[in-house]
């Protein structure tokens, strides 16, 4: 197992080497010159070059590749272009603003999701199960925004129970959470739904049925384990999807985030800015990825890596 | 009662009377912590390296410039500089400064520090390039300082310019110039504390402030990006001031009797600009045409409730040197007959290019305008492009300049016809800057030459004023209208002003408590 979990931890770097060389170079292809618009209304063709020269980036692609490795290498991503902080500082707070962020949707997507899943896929067909899909369906097709701004409009405008805006307290991360956490426990609600209802089905089940084990202790002890296979997949997946994703939700809550980060840096053409955050998710992916795989092994004893 | 007791009564009540009143908040008082909500973060406390116009008016609460302009009627102020003198020829300027005046971290503002924070902004500054008519300072004494520059009258108007701020030199020294936005020491009412990136900056007031302790304890400058997130932080008191709402929040917030809209003089000309050297652009009657061919008043009633000014001249109003004109009336019958006498009968087809989201409400302003001129036979293509990709192309020579029509902005910052016509100079065709006009009139270049090196404000005027009729009959782009400049603020916040450079004025500001 360990020699297992090393040698995924050794592969990473090459995805880390690839995923950084496509970002440094789509960057750069892209229309659009970083000084030309920090400088906006001051712009002089001598200011942009001389901007450029300092940044480094009049010299040849690759010779700015290896620089950006080089840097890389000592722990240094770069600088800012906008704000001149090094980048490790910027993406420091911000990332684990967005974590905290993504956590909490985890959490309330998967608790509440397999709850609504289970209490849906073991009474098919009955008010609840229509009531929790309708949930569902509503939860995937809201819009992200949309539901923010409902959410902070009611429990910040009018009833000031929570902060509209900003970071800070628990109180801070509560609608945010909400807000990103609905597509993703509909999600995982229809796919625990559905899962209940294929493991329930099985022969096994039946048999502890006719042991005389009680329904609950059929749900608990038998049949949860298998039922979550599938789930673990959607929720590595979601991991991801609730990093990226909070772009929306960090822009609407002005929270402080990866997300909104990314989308500055790259309207902005904040070469720097861009590459350390793709590559700060790059890692996370990675290693989100093998806390998956790793986990299918606790839940199916099947499953063994070596 | 007797008559002498009536009186005493009569009088005691009227002493209450007058003490409620006054007391009714409307005594400035001091303490409380203002939180403001704005568009955008500061990217980078140091002055001399910040771009963007948005946030200047909170870094200005730390860092004060030489001049300034009146926050309403846009005149020009003597501040860090009390007075001056200039040379007849406009190269030699006299400054003096404002004796006893301190930094926050107790140095001592004079001459020496005019020359530094100048040096400083000429070798590192972002925007050095507008500055560059500067040739040498010199500290003459304590509190007096000598700038030569080449002809350039209206010098004193460009210093209000926020880059030309006065920072502290020991703090630039002791910090080292790249790490100097880490902590920013200036002369103004409040001291910086720090800048939580994303989240906020916190200020706290200058207890030896050189014009009398601010009334604030605290300012708190908070981005909310998102123009709903904003409205609806400032209605549940999470902020006391919201910068920069779009239009559509006007009604919400007057309505509410807690909030109330600021408006300032808006000073952003928004105008669809033509490239005057492409096809049917050659010719001035086209160029009119197009101008008479879009109802401005309809667009300013629907999309901007009524709330933008339409343009009556190629500048705001406010600038020194703007000489309204008789605006292009809409007028499509007028607009299809100039394209008929200029040989385009049946209009011709054209690309209208715009930038979502730059600007209020671009996209609405650019379909309308669009239908408009399909209206007088046009075919337009209608084309939307990311912010920075639109500045390469922008920035294209004349040759390879794929712009015909394009929907920009202009902020005349210094509030002076210099700055104001610095779009239309025919010396300055891309790539030398970013407006792709490509106007040419030689006679104009020469009188705006002239107007520069002369350093009587009435001979400046006269030259304008002939710059002005020129260029609007010329009709090198198509007028609109200039951008709304709204903000609200909560009623228990007073003395918060807007200036027409859309920046905050909040050296008066208190809190109610």
Not at chain 1, 148 to 175: E, I, Q, R, S
Not at chain 1, 256 to 269: A, C, S, T, V, Y
Not at chain 2, 83 to 92: G, I, K, L, M, Q
């Amino acid at each position: 197992m360990t020699a297992y979990i090393i040698r995924r931890l050794l592969l990473v770097i090459p995805v880390l080497l690839g995923v950084s060389f496509i970002v440094f170079l789509t960057i750069r292809f892209i229309p659009g010159d970083p000084a030309e618009i920090l400088l906006g209304e001051d712009y002089t063709q001598e200011a942009v070059e001389a901007l450029r020269a300092e940044w480094g980036l009049d010299k040849p692609l690759l010779i700015q590749y290896g620089l950006f490795l080089g840097q890389l290498l000592r722990g240094n991503l770069g600088i800012s272009i906008r704000s001149g902080q090094p980048i490790t500082r910027e993406l420091a707070v911000r990332f684990k603003n967005t974590l905290q962020l993504a956590l909490v949707a985890a959490a309330l997507a998967s608790v509440i999701g397999i709850a609504a899943g289970v209490i849906a896929g073991t009474r098919p067909f009955s008010l609840m199960d229509m009531l929790t899909m309708a949930g569902a369906v509503a939860g995937v097709s809201i819009p992200v925004f949309w539901l923010g701004l409902m959410l902070m409009y009611a429990f910040a405008v009018k009833l000031h129970w929570l902060p509209a805006v900003g970071v800070g307290t628990v109180k801070h991360l509560v609608l945010p959470g909400i807000t990103l956490s609905a597509f993703t426990m509909a999600t995982i609600a229809r796919q625990t739904r559905s899962s209940v209802l294929e493991v329930m089905e099985q022969d096994y089940i039946t048999t502890a049925r006719s042991k005389g084990v009680t329904e609950k202790n059929v749900l608990l002890r038998h049949a949860i384990k298998n039922a979550m296979i599938p789930i673990i997949t959607v929720q590595g997946v979601m991991i991801g999807r609730l990093l990226g994703g909070s772009i929306i939700t960090e822009t609407v809550f002005a929270y402080p985030g990866m997300g909104k980060l990314l989308i500055d840096g790259l309207m902005g053409r904040n070469y720097p800015v861009v590459q350390g955050v793709i590559l700060l998710y790059a890692v996370t992916f990675s290693l989100v990825n093998l806390v998956v795989d790793l986990s299918y092994a606790l839940f199916d004893p099947r499953i063994a890596y070596d | 009662m007797r008559k002498g007791q009536w009186c005493v009564l009569v009088v005691t009540g009227f002493v209450f009377l007058a003490a409620t009143v006054t007391g009714f908040g409307q005594e400035p008082q001091y303490g409380g912590k203002l939180i403001i909500g704005m568009g955008t973060d500061i990217a980078r406390w140091d002055i001399h390296n910040c771009s963007g116009m948005q946030n200047l008016g909170i870094q200005r609460l730390v860092t004060e410039l030489l001049t300034d302009h009146h926050w309403e009627t846009g005149e020009l102020l003597p501040w860090l500089a009390k007075s001056w003198e200039v040379s007849p020829d406009a190269t030699t300027w006299t400054l003096h400064l404002e004796e006893g005046v301190m930094f926050h971290d107790t140095t001592p503002f004079n001459a020496e520090a005019v020359k530094y924070n100048l040096e400083r902004l000429l070798e590192i500054g972002l925007a050095r390039g507008s500055f560059d008519m500067i040739e040498s300072i010199e500290a003459v004494d304590e509190y007096t300082v000598v700038i030569h520059t080449a002809p350039f009258a209206p010098f004193m108007h460009l210093l209000t310019y926020a880059p030309s701020g006065m920072v502290s030199p020991t703090q630039v020294e002791k910090l080292g110039s790249d790490n100097y936005y880490q902590h920013p020491v200036g002369t103004g009412p409040y001291v910086f504390v720090e800048h939580i990136r994303g989240d906020r900056s916190r200020l706290v007031a200058n207890e030896d402030y050189w014009r009398g302790r601010p009334y604030l304890d605290e300012v708190i400058a908070k981005p909310i990006p998102e123009t709903a997130a904003r409205a609806a932080a400032l209605e549940a008191g999470d902020i006391h001031v919201a910068l920069s709402l779009p239009p559509i929040y006007v009604p919400m917030l007057e309505a509410n009797p807690d909030t109330e809209i600021l408006r300032a003089v808006p000073a952003r000309t928004c105008y669809v600009g033509m490239n005057n050297q492409w096809g049917p652009f050659k010719d001035k009657r086209v160029r009119q045409a197009m101008n008479y061919a879009i109802d401005k008043h309809a667009i300013n009633e629907s999309i901007f409730l009524g709330e933008a000014v339409i343009s009556t001249a190629p500048m705001t109003t406010l600038a020194f040197g703007s000489f309204p004109q008789a605006i292009f009336e809409y007028d499509p019958a007028k607009a299809k007959a100039l394209l008929a006498e200029a040989g385009y009968p049946d209009g011709f087809e054209v690309t209208l290019t715009y930038s979502p989201g730059r600007y209020l409400m671009t996209t609405e302003v650019s379909e309308a305008v669009a239908s408009y001129l399909m209206d007088v036979g046009l075919d337009v293509n209608l084309k939307a492009v990311e912010w920075a990709a639109y500045g390469k192309d922008r920035r294209k020579g004349v040759e390879e300049n794929p712009l015909q029509l394009y929907f920009l902005a202009w902020g005349c910052v210094t509030l002076d016809a210099d700055h104001g016509f610095k779009l239309y100079r025919p010396d300055l065709w891309p790539p030398k800057s970013t407006s792709p006009i490509f106007y040419s009139n030689d006679c104009m270049l020469e009188l705006f030459n002239a107007a520069r090196a002369v350093t009587d404000n009435e001979d400046r005027l006269m030259y304008y004023e002939v710059i002005n009729k020129m260029v609007w009959d010329d009709a090198p782009v198509i007028w609109l209208y200039i951008q709304p400049n709204t903000h609200a603020k909560r009623e228990e916040a007073h003395g918060v002003y807007v200036r027409s450079d859309e920046t905050i004025w909040l050296r008066e500001a208190w809190l109610e408590q």
